[in-house]
Structures are given as C-alpha cells and as structure tokens.
C-alpha cells in the first residue's frame, strides 16, 4: 500500500472516531505518576477486561485551525462489539448532514453513501491491527496503551453534566505521531468508560466526538456490521 493509499485510511480512520511503536515502561516513572492517571487507567481496564459491545449517538465536529472554525457539525450513531474471534466489528452511521455509513469488520472497510449510490470497499491488509486505534478505551489494556503512547492525566471536566477525568495520548511511533499529534479521551468518572475523543493532527485540524445515549454490554445483531446495497449502487473494491 502507498503514501497515498495510507492517507486513504487515515481519513478512515478519523472519520470514525476514532488512531504502533513498541517502548517498554519505565517502572520507576509509573512510580512517580500522577495517581489520578492511575485510577483513571484501572477503571479503563475494569471496563475492558468485560467488554463486548457498545453503542452511542455522536456528534462529531471538525475544527479548521487556519480558518478558526468549525465545519458543520454531524451526528449519527455508533456501534462498537467484538466478534467471537476477538476481532474489532465498527459500524459508524452519519445521518446528518448527509447519510454516510461506514462498516469495518473481518479485515475491510465498508463507506457507502445512499444519496450518491457510491460505496467503497477497501481490504485493510497490513493495516488491520490500526483499526483498535479507532475503539481505544475498550478493550485495550492500559499496560498495552502505556507500549504505544505517553499517557498523560489533565484534570477533569464535565461532559453533557456527568464529571469525566481527561487523558491525551501521544504517540511513541514516528508514522502514527506524522498523521496524528494526540488522542484526547474523556472518560466517565463514573463508569471508566470513553465519553468524548478528539483527534489532533500536525496541522492544528481536530476532531472532535461526544457521545450520548451510551450503552454497555448489550446484544447488537451481527446484521449490523455488514451492508447491502441496492441496485445500482456504484461498488468500487480496492
């Protein structure tokens, strides 16, 4: 896959809400941590170690650094569960401004437009073991996230009324960090679980995604990571 292909899925990537290096953790560093970093990281692994599904409605915004402004806002619904092989299952619909759905499931991403009757098809190849980059905060263990990013704890802030503590990872891989500078997650003080992201890139460009509606644990028919389209549709597979 090339420079432009990985862009490809780059955007992907950040369209779901979604993003290795490997450098071992200084024990004597996780002494000297702040302990609200590490409260915060066992209840992330409390909700890890049971996780099988989540769903949630989004709204998602897209912050232009050189104009200062927001694109129009969109919102949608959001489905997250694991399959029976542990393999991540996504399916992330926009229904506002306009309906787009995007489906990734055993190793291919799905982005299907109606209104263009336009789908894509992409094999994620190589790139497959990126997808559990668009889901941090379930499923992954802290000892895992600590390999692949400085975490760093900063302070709480309320999200839709519920008081939530702040993470923001940083990349430790060189190619992740030149496409992505930082992942800033909310979770829920409460629950342990992610309520808000947003993704930084080199550029100053964000996205931002929160949550509402969340749900844990509860049963989504496998029907729902897989599309069909109507006749007509233009299928392009790459």
């Known amino acids: 896959m090339g420079k432009g292909e990985y862009m490809r899925l780059r955007k992907i990537c950040l369209t779901l809400l979604l ?30 170690a049971n996780f099988k599904s989540f769903t949630a409605r989004f709204v998602k915004k897209h912050y232009i650094a050189l104009l200062k402004e927001y694109e129009t806002p969109e919102t949608g619904e959001f489905s997250h569960a694991l399959d029976k092989n542990k393999d991540v299952m996504i399916r992330h619909e926009t229904l506002s401004p306009i309906n787009r759905i995007v489906t990734i499931k055993d190793g291919s991403a799905v982005i299907y437009t109606p ?38 704890y900063e302070g709480t802030e309320a999200i839709n009324g519920v008081p939530c ?9 060189a190619k992740i960090a030149s496409s992505i500078t930082s992942i800033t997650i909310w979770f829920k003080q409460s629950t342990g ?38 006749s007509g549709t233009n299928v392009v597979k790459y």
């Open 115 to 152: 209104v263009a009757k336009q789908a894509e098809i992409r094999n994620l190849g190589k790139y497959k073991n990126y997808v559990g980059y668009l889901t941090i905060g379930f499923g992954q263990s802290s000892a895992k996230l600590r390999e692949q990013f400085v975490i760093t």
């Open 193 to 230: 679980a992610p309520t808000q992201y947003k993704f930084l890139d080199p550029t100053g460009d964000f996205q931002l995604e929160t949550f509402s509606e969340e749900k844990l644990n509860t049963s989504i028919p496998a029907g729902r990571f897989e599309q069909k389209f109507p």
């Open 165 to 173: 503590s702040i993470l923001t990872l940083v990349p430790k891989d």
């Open 19 to 48: 993003a290795c290096g490997c450098v071992c953790f200084d024990a004597s560093a996780q002494d000297k941590e702040n302990p609200e970093l590490t409260k915060t990281l066992a209840k992330m692994d409390a909700v890890s």
